[in-house]
């Protein structure tokens, strides 16, 4: 699937997205302005996740992260509107600085009972690039058909916004405590 210009919510630019037509992924890469021990401690510490998580004019008033494979991972975003979304997340691998490995279950899930298969299965690697950070962000959908109705529900527009928001937070960090 080609993902054109007004497919995707006002952003500044600095990300790529592709969506091959053989594989139910979605592909965004941006490179952030700060080191990677850094960027790394803003996607896994709730005391930074809060600042970026979700698209633009959203707020993140929960935030939940049990970082070990198995754990827990969950949010809840707020919009203007009032309306509230939550999402869970299980994470599958942790290897620090570079990788995050997570896919979905249902909102509110606590660790017992049955997982149900999973929709959403992503990756975040995170590259060191001289006192910047490559970030990789790959979404894989069970099939093509749910991939291309995430795009046009504007789940990639969510993701770009949210990197776009980090990129903001990092600004206002000091570097030096990475």
């Keep these: 699937m080609q993902i054109t210009p007004n497919m995707l919510p006002p952003h500044d630019g600095r990300a790529t997205v592709e969506a091959p037509d ?3 992924v979605i592909l965004i890469t941006r490179t952030l302005d700060a080191p990677r021990a850094l960027v790394w401690r803003c996607y896994t510490e709730p005391k930074h996740m809060v600042h970026f998580w979700g698209p633009h004019g959203s707020t993140t008033p929960v935030c939940d992260i049990d970082l070990r494979p198995g754990g827990i991972w969950r949010t809840v975003m707020r919009f203007g509107t009032g309306n ?4 869970t997340s299980v994470y599958l691998e942790i290897a620090p ?6 896919r979905d279950a249902p909102d509110g899930w606590t660790g017992t009972g049955d997982l ?3 929709q959403i299965h992503s990756t975040l690697a995170f590259a060191d690039e001289g006192g910047k950070t490559g970030l990789a962000v790959t979404i894989r959908f069970r099939g093509i058909a749910e991939r291309d109705d995430a795009v046009k529900r504007g789940f990639a527009g969510m993701v770009i916004q949210g990197n776009e928001r980090l990129g903001e937070y990092l ?4 570097t030096a405590q990475a």
Excluded: F, M, N, S
């Excluded at 600085?97 to 997570?102: D, G, S």
């Design 171 to 174: 600004k206002t960090l000091d």
């Design 84 to 87: 509230e979304y939550g999402y």
């Design 22 to 24: 053989a594989e139910p």
């Design 116 to 118: 149900p298969p999973w």
């Design 97 to 102: 600085p570079e990788r995050i490995v997570y």
